[in-house]
């Protein structure tokens, strides 16, 4: 049993296509995600009824539950870091980078066992650890990544209606089912492409799979 911790799940975009990749090659995962909207964990659970669900801080928990995991996935609130923060910075209230991204960051690498992955957008400053960047994201991982993580791409942002129904279609759900408090297309916009979360995944059992075979050789 691969045990896999999401935190910042949001409804699970990079969660979406596991099980696909899981069923194929043969193994179980048990995944706890960790989202602190309760409308976006209620339809998390909802998505993916298989999993553990729990409502609460992610940066918290993970201090508290490393240990417990064979793969980390954190996708920590990219506002502060965005290139947008910097072209808004006359119109908007501005904030200082919040730098919980790069504990975790510090934290995976140097203190966790198992492989890790950390999602962000790429930032308006040069960033403070090297990172792997794919299209429009960076990704701080001991994972080996390929170049091309998904051959899907969707441009051109706006705020209008149709722009959600978009990305009702290109993430393949339903974002009108979400009645909290964050913009819609907010959230739309934050989830991670599944094809990008389907790749990583398949790098990391590839690489689960290769150690497990060298242990069996071993012995």
Avoid at 181 to 196: C, F, G, M, P, S
Wanted: proline fraction near 4%.
């Amino acid at each position: 049993m691969i045990k896999i911790l999401n935190l910042y799940s949001c409804i699970g975009g990079n969660r979406y296509k596991w099980d696909e990749v899981a069923k194929e090659i043969g193994v179980e995962i048990e995944v706890t995600a960790i989202e602190l909207d309760q409308e976006l964990a209620f339809l998390y659970q909802e998505r993916f009824p298989n999993d553990k669900v729990i409502c609460t801080d992610a940066h918290q928990y993970l201090l508290e539950h490393y240990k417990e995991f064979n793969l980390i996935w954190s996708s920590p609130p990219c506002p502060t870091h965005s290139r947008l923060a910097l072209s808004n910075k006359n119109k908007l209230k501005m904030k200082y980078p919040d730098l919980k991204l790069y504990e975790e960051i510090l934290f995976l690498k140097y203190m966790f066992d198992g492989k890790y992955v950390v999602e962000n957008v790429i930032p308006y400053y040069e960033p403070l650890i090297p990172a792997q960047k794919r299209h429009r994201h960076l990704y701080w991982t001991n994972l080996n990544l390929p170049n091309v993580l998904s051959e899907r791409t969707f441009e051109g942002f706006s705020k209008t209606d149709n722009e959600v129904k978009k990305l009702c279609e290109f993430h393949d759900y339903d974002f009108y089912k979400y009645k909290g408090t964050q913009r819609r297309d907010k959230v739309a916009r934050n989830l991670v492409d599944y094809e990008a979360g389907k790749t990583i995944f398949k790098s990391f059992l590839g690489m689960e799979i290769k150690k497990e075979q060298k242990q069996t050789t071993l012995f």
